[in-house]
């Protein structure tokens, strides 16, 4: 089963290697960094955005990055810069539309951070400091709502695993 999930993969990765632009129309917005498109030939991308993260839809200013991103590009056509396929199955790729980064712009209004993970483009960091300086979207909250979105899923998988540890015990002393 690896070897055929393997296969596939490599397929697809080799398929995106001679098609590194891609052209197609916004149709669903998950999140702030991850959105779904179709393309002309009715194929549906799930794109994950690279070299940022925002916020998740239950943290703390989730919903207005998701808010950000459907006015930027919701019914759009958009170009995907793809640099890979995650390992979700999702375009990794930087996002366009005519001469507007959108990567970047998400960055700019403080609706996401520079993905230091995935970041090549070091501009990025420069943006998002600017972002933070200016109060802007997220940076505008309380310090405690303030929160990278990789540090805030970490948490989440500590506290599930906690509650998991946290079963109470049954006891057959009582037979």
Not at 15 to 29: K, M
Request: hydrophobic share 40%.
């Amino acid at each position: 089963m690896k070897t055929l999930i393997a296969m596939i993969m490599s397929s697809l990765l080799s398929g995106l290697a001679h098609a590194e632009q891609i052209s197609c129309r916004v149709v669903a917005i998950s999140d702030g960094d991850s959105f779904d498109c179709a393309t002309t030939a009715s194929t549906q991308i799930r794109v994950r955005m690279a070299e940022i993260d925002a916020p998740e839809r239950k943290q703390p200013y989730g919903q207005q990055a998701k808010q950000a991103l459907t006015k930027l590009i919701y019914d759009k056509s958009v170009m995907l810069h793809v640099h890979s396929i995650d390992r979700f199955g999702r375009t990794l790729a930087r996002v366009f539309i005519g001469t507007l980064d959108v990567n970047s712009s998400m960055v700019q209004q403080g609706a996401a951070w520079a993905y230091t993970e995935q970041l090549k483009d070091q501009n990025l960091r420069d943006t998002e400091t600017f972002a933070r300086n200016m109060d802007k979207g997220l940076w505008a909250q309380p310090a405690e709502d303030i929160v990278a979105p990789w540090k805030w899923r970490y948490a989440g998988r500590i506290n599930e695993h906690a509650k998991k540890q946290t079963r109470p015990q049954t006891s057959f002393s009582q037979f």
